[in-house]
């Protein structure tokens, strides 16, 4: 790996982990330079914009969530295992990464839902290839008879974001010491299972 290619993986490491914090908008060229000691000329050099800064650290995050949450999970036996399997290591995201704060993607879906252009569509690109990733492993559990043959994959998935984007709430915002038992409940719920809290 050449010194620019190290440079610019430090640098997106770290607008990775500004991104958990503080989100996409906040990811400002300045603190981010001061953060990983460089000029913001330096830092400029090597995005051009912020777009170009926001677009590299969807990119990076991206790879890191691959790597972090579906990738692993395939490991799992396939059907409702390997669905549940990827449900837990998303509720660990991005800790388990080692990033701190909470999901950048849901952050960044808050702050772009209105917008237009580059940003948005690769987040939304992001969301769609996840939600097809679920709705396979989804009929997957249908086939091997572990989730009701009339089931809806589509609205299953829909549901288990609804779950996770409450676990984005309730641990991040509301500080809640349950609410990862909680989490965990919901997804029992949806699939048919009791779990007490």
Known sequence: MTKGARTRTSILQAAVEMACLNGLVG?????????VGMTKSGLYAHFGSKEALQL?????????????VVAPSKSAPPGLPR???????????????QLPGQCPFFAA???????QGPVR???????????????????????HGHL???????????????????????????????????SRAGFDRLVGRTRSI
């Open 121 to 143: 569509d690769r987040l939304e690109r992001t969301f769609r290839e996840f939600q097809q990733v679920g709705e396979q492993l989804i009929a997957s559990a249908i086939r």
């Open 27 to 35: 990811l400002n060229l300045q603190p981010l330079a001061d953060r």
């Open 83 to 97: 669905l549940e399997a990827l449900y837990e290591r998303w509720l660990g995201w991005p800790g388990n990464a």
């Open 56 to 68: 590299a650290t969807l990119e990076s995050a991206s790879e890191r969530f691959l790597e972090t």
């Open 148 to 182: 009701p043959s009339g089931t809806d994959a589509v609205q299953w998935f829909h549901e288990l974001m609804a779950l996770r984007q409450a676990h984005h709430w309730a641990a991040g915002f509301m500080r809640d010491p349950n609410a990862l038992e909680r």
């Open 109 to 115: 879906a808050d702050e772009f839902d209105d917008a």
